[in-house]
T-cell receptor, first 114, second 116 residues
Framework: EAQVTQNPRYLITVTGKKLTVTCSQN?????MSWYRQDPGLGLRQIYY???????DKGDVPEGYKVSRKEKRNFPLILESPSPNQTSLYFC?????????????FGPGTRLTVL | AQKVTQAQTEISVVEKEDVTLDCVYE???????LFWYKQPPSGELVFLIR??????QNEISGRYSWNFQKSTSSFNFTITASQVVDSAVYFC?????????????FGSGTKLNVKP
């Protein structure tokens, strides 16, 4: 089944404890992206990747890191999480970069930082 | 700067009513794409439609229709004869050529409640 998977789905952590949210797609998509969803703000793009080893900042990159070492994986790293990073996170992928295609979203990861 | 505004935070209708969700966008670019996504209570995000800036034809898909008007920078979404299963949060989004269509700007969403 074609899909985008994220792990974990739920995570409660404490301020300053490094964490990684994994994202994987099995559709051989070129483009991948991370978003956070907050009440009243909709989805805001954190980082995106046009291909392996090619990433760029979205609108809210502060406090996050990403890497794209393989085409299928695009992990989101919070090196020192803070309570303002409590949010619902979505990973998405799209067949091509630079084409404004529809995105396929993962199921979401609900992160709480205490 | 790019921006998408969904001024309706929440709408409640009774089943079988028609409902229109508004979306107003801002971009300086003449080449862009507009999208609508649905987020049902289960939480996943589902793609509904993509429209490019050069195609102003309205689109109809079953009970769904979209009205794209460049003159007012709007891309409104109408559900005809709404059903309870239409209850969801709906997001409008924009991607333009400034960042080669790799950046996406979402509105804050409109929560639609369809009551039986």
């Amino acid at each position: 089944e074609a899909q985008v998977t994220q792990n974990p789905r739920y995570l409660i952590t404490v301020t300053g404890k490094k964490l990684t949210v994994t994202c994987s797609q099995n559709m051989n998509h070129e483009y991948m992206s991370w978003y956070r969803q907050d009440p009243g703000l909709g989805l805001r793009q954190i980082y995106y990747s046009m291909n392996v080893e090619v990433t760029d900042k979205g609108d809210v990159p502060e406090g996050y890191k990403v890497s794209r070492k393989e085409k299928r994986n695009f992990p989101l790293i919070l090196e020192s999480p803070s309570p303002n990073q409590t949010s619902l996170y979505f990973c998405a992928s799209s067949p091509l970069a630079g084409a404004g295609n529809e995105q396929f979203f993962g199921p979401g990861t609900r992160l709480t930082v205490l | 700067a790019q921006k998408v505004t969904q001024a309706q935070t929440e709408i409640s209708v009774v089943e079988k009513e028609d409902v229109t969700l508004d979306c107003v966008y801002e971009t300086r670019d003449t080449t862009y794409y507009l999208f609508w996504y649905k987020q049902p209570p289960s939480g996943e995000l589902v793609f509904l439609i993509r429209r490019n800036s050069f195609d102003e034809q309205n689109e109809i898909s079953g009970r769904y229709s979209w009205n794209f008007q460049k003159s007012t920078s709007s891309f409104n979404f109408t559900i005809t004869a709404s059903q309870v299963v239409d209850s969801a949060v709906y997001f409008c989004a924009l991607s333009d050529k400034v960042y080669n269509f790799n950046k996406f700007y979402f509105g804050s969403g409109t929560k639609l409640n369809v009551k039986p």
